[in-house]
């Protein structure tokens, strides 16, 4: 599903990915962890379209994204990847189910089908009662889970996840962790996620170690 191969990336002067490789397969759940400065992240955004590497390449479901153009770049990372962050990066203005429904409006899909598929989202989040609730309404947990649900709008084949529960309680924490699998298990997803919580690494199929700039074992 994900191949890395020998993927370097520098700011300036500072080396923060120096050649990795990595494979990750089909409906995996994968976690990525390492101290501060390791390159979780910048190695997350590079699988996730969002920075280039500087060299080496990438595949994802089968498409070598650093080889597309500004244009289909932006369209499969919209039909192909889902993203999850840890602030949840929601709509104000917007609804719940508007902030669902966003990822579809993007595709083209039509609102009527937008909004079937964001209703069942929804209520396999066990939010059917919070659809016409804006952000500033919802707990914490709420919101997170509607920013899972926005991921998972256009069915993608991988969901990215960058300290999805970083700013939530313990309990919020646990179900959003028991989530990832529960999505993994209905819908196939792969989920590759970035955290410093050790409780989650712990319950993924694999847990890979960064540590300046290279996979450690």
Do not use: W
């Not at 080496?56 to 932006?74: N, P, Q, R």
């Not at 084949?157 to 699998?181: C, M, R, T, W, Y």
Request: with cysteine; aromatic share 6%.
């Amino acid at each position: 599903m994900i191949t890395v191969k020998d993927i370097t990336k520098s700011f300036g002067s500072l080396q923060v990915l120096k050649g990795i490789d990595l494979h990750i397969e089909q409906g995996e759940v994968v976690s990525i962890v390492g101290p501060s400065g390791a390159g979780k992240t910048t190695l997350l955004q590079i699988i996730g379209t969002l920075d280039k590497p500087d060299g080496g390449t990438v595949v994802v479901d089968g498409v070598d994204v650093c080889h597309l153009s500004a244009k289909k770049l932006s369209d499969f990372r919209n039909r192909h990847l889902g993203f999850v962050f840890q602030f949840h990066q929601l709509l104000p203005e917007f609804t719940a189910l508007e902030n669902i429904m966003i990822p579809a409006y993007i595709a083209g899909v039509k609102h009527s089908e937008a909004r079937k598929r964001a209703e069942e989202l929804l209520a396999f989040m066990g939010l059917a009662d919070r659809a016409t609730h804006k952000p500033n309404e919802l707990s914490g947990g709420e919101k997170q889970r509607v920013a899972v649900a926005r991921a998972l709008m256009n069915n993608p084949a991988v969901i990215l996840a960058d300290e999805p529960s970083g700013s939530l309680d313990s309990k919020n924490k646990a179900e959003l962790h028991q989530l990832f699998f529960d999505l993994r298990d209905k819908f196939g997803q792969t989920f590759v996620i970035v955290t410093h919580d050790e409780e989650l690494a712990k319950l993924t199929d694999r847990t890979i170690h960064l540590k300046d700039g290279v996979i450690s074992t």
